[in-house]
């Protein structure tokens, strides 16, 4: 079974740059530990159109020096879309499914 595991990045309410920081660092070391996925809660803000600690997650991911570390990731709401790709890179994913789909405060990561 892969190993799946969550990231809290809204604890605390930190900045985000400090969140971002948190991130890097932990997918960095879930990867050495041998985890597949990494459930990123990242909160979706009170503004109506995303939180910066969402924005700023999704803009990292998307950032070439992720490339070693991230092989594909996916915003809860758009879970639905891509359930079938992700799940066949991690099967563990599904016993969260419930809590992913259209959960627009997470971000699923899928780990190299």
């Known amino acids: 079974m892969h190993k799946v595991t969550e990231l809290n990045l809204e604890c605390g309410n930190p900045t985000v740059t400090i969140a971002i920081a948190k991130m890097k660092n932990a997918l960095t070391t879930y990867k050495r530990q041998g985890y597949k996925a990494i459930i990123i809660i990242h909160g979706y803000g009170s503004t109506g159109v995303g939180g910066s600690i969402k924005v700023a997650v999704t803009k ?44 627009e405060g997470i971000t699923v990561v899928v780990l190299r």
């Open 60 to 103: 990292c991911l998307c950032d070439d020096s992720m490339c070693g570390i991230v092989r594909s990731f996916v915003s809860g709401e758009q879970w639905f879309n891509r359930k079938r790709e992700i799940l066949g890179i991690c099967k563990g994913l599904e016993n969260y499914e419930r809590r992913i789909s259209g959960n």
